[in-house]
């Protein structure tokens, strides 16, 4: 059974940092398509950043926290680790792992229907 483990987040004072960790398991695929979204009381499930697993192509980064947010990929085979900064009260969301095992990432990956598996969610709590 294939299981996304997610990790980190919390409350932080705006200005501050977090970090974000997703581990894949149970998958026959040894690599593939991972991604943050987020999502905030009231509004639509947003992409947040997508990194493709098996190395050499750039990672994608929604226009609303680049150059804020970093995604990479972890140690292990399918994880990977998102460092939020400079976070600010807009930030404040559940925050989701996803995953679209073996295939590339590409220009759809804001599309959250292409992602089959998803984690149970994390909060990041950004006050003033």
């Known amino acids: 059974q294939v299981r996304l483990t997610e990790s980190g987040g919390g409350s932080v004072q705006a200005g501050g940092s977090l970090s974000l960790s997703c581990a894949a398991s149970?998958?026959?695929?040894?690599?593939?398509?991972m991604a943050w979204f987020r999502q905030a009381p009231g509004k639509q499930r947003e992409g947040v950043a997508a990194i493709y697993t098996g190395g050499g192509r750039p990672p994608y980064i929604a226009d609303s926290v680049i150059g804020r947010f970093t995604i990479a990929r972890g140690t292990g085979q399918n994880t990977m680790i998102l460092q939020m900064h400079s976070l600010n009260v807009d930030d404040t969301a559940e925050y989701y792992c996803?995953?679209?095992?073996?295939?590339?990432?590409?220009?759809?990956?804001?599309?959250?229907?292409?992602?089959?598996?998803w984690g149970q969610g994390t909060q990041v709590a950004v006050s003033p």
């Open positions: 996803a995953a679209d095992f073996g295939t590339f990432c590409g220009e759809t990956w804001r599309a959250s229907t292409r992602y089959r598996w």
């Open positions: 149970g998958t026959r695929y040894s690599t593939g398509c």
